[in-house]
């Protein structure tokens, strides 16, 4: 406790460096000890609060053993918006079921923005997990049912509703279709781009003509999304669209080209990125490496549905000839 209450301190002090090293102290908190980090934490200013969030966020995306849970739910109450922005960012990794009702008040009711959106983007992990079985379908059907309240609310502003239609798009729901298609729809090109992140999320291939249609987009905003979804879709029929996003001027989307053939896999892709790898000027190595890393943990070539024989029980094929 005495190491605790001194480090409290020091980060209430401003003319003190904020101790990147430290901050581990505030892993994995008995209750005792978050008690008194939580009668603390007003004295730190805003900034510092803030700053302290991110910082811990970043530990956490490189080292898996911390654990900083209270320190950021303590944060989804704070005072200041951009504290409570950074807590929800915090909780990425996070799937305790309880934390679904606090996000779902901070996107309805919260008088900032930023927060709305971050808490809507949020949920989209409790989604997934709703898919995967990882949480009871009631719990992940709370979470469905205030993203599809948020969307259609046409009081809300933009940002939150795109937010909230990248997170439904995880779920499998039989009106979540219906809700990117009306995202698409949109006069606005954010709610566009939205929809078809969404797309991807949905790992449906209803979407894939049309994901296929955005990598040519003017947009590179879009061009970025429509890349990362056809890696989602595992369309094999994009990889010439994305063989010529390599060459794009934008340098974000030729990563999202490069990761897409990853999780496309087959022989095509893998001589793209290969051939990536042995030109020396080359600005996409790291993304290729990584790429071709998950194209063998993912089996190497894939499953081309266009080609592939679906037999009877008597080994004849169904396919017409």
């Known amino acids: 406790m005495d190491s605790l209450e001194a480090l409290m301190k020091t980060l209430a002090d401003d003319t003190q460096v904020l101790?990147?090293?430290?901050?581990?102290?505030?892993s994995g908190l008995e209750q005792a000890d978050a008690a008194h980090v939580r009668a603390a934490w007003p004295s730190i200013s805003s900034d510092r609060r803030e700053a302290i969030l991110r910082h811990l966020?970043?530990?956490?995306?490189?080292?898996?053993?911390?654990?900083?849970?209270?320190?950021?739910?303590?944060?989804?109450?704070?005072?200041?918006?951009?504290?409570?922005?950074?807590a929800i960012d915090g909780l990425w990794e996070e799937d305790d079921v309880q934390l679904i009702q606090p996000l779902i008040d901070l996107m309805q009711n919260d008088e900032y923005?930023?927060?709305?959106?971050?808490?809507?983007?949020?949920?989209?992990?409790?989604?997934?997990?709703?898919?995967?079985?990882?949480?009871?379908?009631?719990?992940?059907?709370?979470?469905?049912?205030?993203?599809?309240?948020?969307?259609?609310n046409e009081d809300?502003?933009?940002?939150?509703?795109?937010?909230?239609?990248?997170?439904?798009?995880?779920?499998?729901?039989?009106?979540?279709?219906?809700?990117?298609?009306e995202a698409y729809g949109d006069v606005d090109e954010r709610m566009r781009v939205s929809a078809v992140f969404a797309m991807g999320r949905s790992a449906d291939p209803r979407w894939a003509d049309l994901v296929l249609d955005e990598a040519?987009?003017?947009?590179?905003?879009?061009?970025?999304?429509?890349?990362?979804?056809?890696?989602e879709?595992?369309?094999?029929?994009?990889?010439?669209?994305?063989?010529?996003?390599?060459?794009?001027p934008d340098d974000q989307v030729r990563e999202a080209a490069v990761w897409a053939l990853g999780q496309i896999g087959g022989n095509e892709p893998r001589r793209l990125l290969t051939q990536i790898l042995e030109d020396e000027d080359s600005d996409l190595h790291e993304a290729a490496e990584a790429a071709l890393e998950e194209l063998e943990f993912?089996?190497?070539?894939?499953?081309?549905?266009?080609?592939?024989?679906?037999?009877?029980?008597?080994?004849s094929s169904e396919r017409d000839d």
């Not at 911390?66 to 005072?79: K, N, Q, S, Y």
């Not at 040519?216 to 890696?231: I, N």
């Not at 993912?298 to 080994?315: I, K, V, Y």
Request: proline share 3%.
């Open 19 to 26: 101790s990147i090293a430290k901050l581990y102290a505030l």
């Open 57 to 86: 966020a970043d530990i956490s995306e490189s080292n898996f053993e911390v654990d900083f849970g209270a320190i950021f739910r303590l944060g989804l109450t704070d005072a200041e918006p951009e504290v409570r922005t950074a």
């Open 113 to 152: 923005e930023e927060v709305r959106a971050a808490a809507a983007g949020s949920l989209g992990r409790f989604v997934l997990a709703g898919e995967l079985e990882e949480i009871p379908a009631a719990q992940a059907e709370r979470a469905v049912g205030a993203l599809r309240e948020e969307i259609q």
């Open 156 to 181: 809300e502003t933009i940002e939150v509703r795109l937010r909230a239609v990248e997170a439904i798009g995880y779920s499998s729901a039989e009106d979540v279709p219906d809700l990117i298609s």
């Open 216 to 231: 040519e987009s003017p947009s590179s905003e879009m061009r970025y999304e429509a890349a990362r979804a056809c890696g």
């Open 233 to 248: 879709l595992q369309n094999s029929g994009a990889v010439p669209a994305l063989s010529r996003l390599l060459s794009d």
């Open 298 to 315: 993912m089996g190497g070539d894939g499953l081309d549905f266009a080609t592939f024989e679906f037999l009877d029980d008597d080994g």
